[in-house]
């Protein structure tokens, strides 16, 4: 098998129908071919009789028919590479829609099921005082709008229009030409320098600018690229060795222990074996992008647990940020690894997420460890060709960065500043009030009264169990939350109306757009054959609908509600109910044998994720954590002696 991902034209003429034609003469006993709907420049009637084309929605289905086939079966995937729809879009080669999804992170449960539908590395987490979330990466989207269907109302389209640019997207002016100049690395002897970061994102760019920009001064430069898959999140080397005359390079590589400098892109491949082994403790200096990048182990996590339900078995995937920084510190020593949020700040000042390589390279360059002079990379970004512009701002801000990190910052900052529900609460206290307010503004004073009672009933009893110690608290704080303000018709109404989402849209979007709604209402949404609830579109009537909407939440759950009666609603203030007595049962029966339960049962809601049919796979888990937990918690009490025992001393022993 040949596997071409590089976007390498194939020799001779190879269409879908001749594939098809081929098998058939070869005797292949069934054949599907498979795509994803968008028209082909072949049609049924070109391929051999009884082959049927069929969606890519139907993949496993027909994956599973051709696997009771006797003999050989062959499924023909049609579908244009994504990396290689990128690239092409960028050429002006490929349709482009003016159609780009978001999320209302606000009405995201981060329950996943986007991801299980997608499989999308554009599908990213967010982490917000209300839980983890998920965004769209509008830098890396290939507008393939299979996250939509993840079952959910937080999807909106917008349809015509355009992303904002950045807010600095041409370089120039006077804080560039007053940056200093930096004291550049001699190349009497050979500088190996080490670029790794993703594919797909520009690292074998920054390769080919500094060989041209090397070559523009006459110096020795070789320059190996070593890739991993080359579609998005693939690992990506390019090893590049500086010397003042071509044969003082005996090799291309960088190798073990020799690099001088490495500018990671990304902080997983910088922390990556392959790369730990080019450092040398004392010789090697690094700069790192510290910002997350989506990894194909997050997707897979994210689709498995909304396939299970269950978050004890998937649990949600961590980024081990830490642990991979300090293994870089460990390999080159204290005081030569410097961390800066790159994409993040590329993508505010820049507009797109792959203006970071470009910055990474300024940043690296201002701090010494580019042997290469300003004006040769200059003009090698200029011969480059393509988008000069923005590459050489992202390289002059990532030179201020390094000299003035705070001006950088400000000008950064989005314009509006961080969204409310993306600061973190710093203590429990917090915590509480600013979800007491939030259910203030989800009912009224008297349904935030009722969170506000419970709480401060389990502070008083964990006081007296543990003083000084909130973790029970803290969790009966976020889980009673979760489930008082579930997420029904006049909820998500509300989140997409009360400000926040249209402004951001506004802040990112120009030009002339509509908004349109991926949805299941209760009243309008027909189910499909598994008694699923259908999403569908609508307009920017939508929009409207939902602010009359907003004007019922009185009724919420009263006689009058027309949505009360469902079994979802039914479900909601069931899990209310069942909470208040569980918690009414931990504050009687807490001791410092039985906290660690208590927490864990109390944070139980946290696990309660997404809608509908998805929302039932995570409860039926999450019942069947509870009454485990419950069992240990009545069963784990201190004996009477042990009353002084704390109750982070406590190893509670319950099945995984
Ligand atoms: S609720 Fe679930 S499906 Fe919807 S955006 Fe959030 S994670 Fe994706």
């Not at 084309?53 to 696997?67: A, C, K, N, S």
């Not at 709008?145 to 389209?157: A, E, H, L, Q």
């Not at 909407?549 to 009724?555: I, S």
């Not at 039932?616 to 069963?635: D, G, I, P, T």
Request: net charge positive; proline share 4%.
């Amino acid at each position: 098998a040949v596997a071409m991902t590089g976007g390498q034209p194939h020799d001779g003429n190879l269409s879908v129908p001749i594939i098809a034609r081929q098998l058939a003469a070869e005797g292949v006993q069934k054949i599907v071919v498979v795509n994803d709907g968008t028209g082909r420049a072949y049609e049924r009637s070109g391929l051999p009789n009884g082959v049927p084309i069929r969606h890519r929605d139907e993949l496993d289905d027909v994956q599973r028919e051709l696997r009771e086939v006797a003999g050989v079966s062959a499924l023909i995937y049609d579908q244009t590479c994504a990396a290689e729809k990128r690239r092409r879009r960028k050429r002006g080669t490929f349709p482009d829609p003016a159609r780009r999804v978001v999320i209302n992170d606000r009405v995201c449960e981060g329950c996943g099921d986007c991801s299980e539908k997608s499989n999308c590395m554009s599908v990213v987490a967010v982490d917000t005082e209300f839980g983890r979330k998920r965004a769209i990466d509008q830098s890396s989207c290939n507008k393939d709008y299979s996250c939509i269907k993840g079952f959910c109302p937080s999807f909106v389209t917008i349809e015509g229009g355009q992303l904002r640019k950045g807010k600095a997207t041409q370089a120039g002016g006077d804080a560039f030409d007053r940056l200093p100049m930096p004291t550049l690395p001699t190349t009497r002897t050979p500088w190996g320098l080490l670029v790794t970061g993703v594919g797909g994102t520009g690292v074998v760019t920054i390769g080919a600018l500094l060989g041209m920009a090397a070559h523009l001064e006459g110096k020795g430069i070789s320059v190996l690229d070593m890739a991993g898959l080359a579609q998005k999140g693939g690992a990506v080397w390019s090893h590049v060795r500086i010397a003042d005359r071509q044969e003082q390079l005996y090799a291309a590589r960088v190798a073990a222990g020799e690099a001088n400098a490495v500018i990671g892109c990304d902080l997983v491949v910088a922390a990556s074996d392959e790369s730990l082994a080019k450092m040398s403790l004392g010789l090697t200096r690094v700069v790192i992008n510290r910002d997350q990048t989506n990894t194909s182990e997050f997707v897979r996590g994210f689709a498995a647990q909304a396939r299970s339900g269950n978050v004890q078995v998937n649990p949600d995937p961590i980024f081990p940020g830490r642990s991979m920084e300090q293994q870089i510190v460990e390999a080159v020593g204290e005081g030569r690894v410097e961390f800066l949020d790159a994409s993040r700040l590329a993508t505010e000042l820049l507009g797109d997420s792959i203006a970071t390589n470009l910055f990474m390279l300024g940043y690296a360059w201002q701090q010494g460890l580019v042997p290469l002079g300003l004006a040769a990379i200059m003009r090698a970004i200029e011969i480059n060709g393509t988008a000069v512009a923005g590459n050489k701002a992202a390289f002059q801000w990532g030179r201020r960065t390094a000299v003035d990190p705070a001006a950088v910052l400000e000008a950064a900052r989005p314009k509006s500043g961080l969204p409310a529900h993306h600061q973190l609460s710093t203590s429990v206290d917090e915590v509480i009030s600013r979800r007491t307010a939030q259910l203030t503004d989800y009912q009224n004073a008297a349904y935030a009264e009722r969170y506000a009672r419970l709480v401060a009933r389990v502070r008083q009893a964990e006081d007296a169990v543990a003083p000084g110690i909130t973790l029970l608290s803290e969790a009966v704080a976020r889980g009673y939350y979760k489930l008082l303000a579930y997420k029904d018709e006049y909820e998500v109404a509300r989140l997409y109306t009360d400000g926040d989402f249209l402004k951001r849209v506004e802040e990112s979007f120009d030009g002339d757009y509509r908004l349109v709604f991926h949805m299941a209402p209760p009243l309008l949404a027909r189910k499909d054959a598994n008694g699923h609830q259908v999403k569908r579109s609508y307009g920017p009537w939508m929009l409207k609908a939902l602010r009359l909407l907003t004007r019922f939440k009185p009724l919420r759950g009263t006689a009058l509600d027309p949505f009360a009666r469902s079994a979802e609603r039914r479900l909601d203030r069931q899990l209310i109910a069942d909470y208040e007595a569980t918690v009414n049962e931990l504050v009687a029966g807490l001791d410092p044998a039985n906290h660690e339960a208590a927490v864990e049962l109390a944070s139980l809601p946290e696990q309660i994720r997404g809608f509908g049919h998805v929302r039932e796979r995570y409860h039926a888990s999450a019942k069947q954590r509870e009454a485990l937990l419950l069992a240990a918690f009545r069963n784990m009490k201190a004996p009477a002696a042990s009353g002084q025992a704390r109750p982070r001393k406590t190893i509670a022993v319950i099945p995984g």
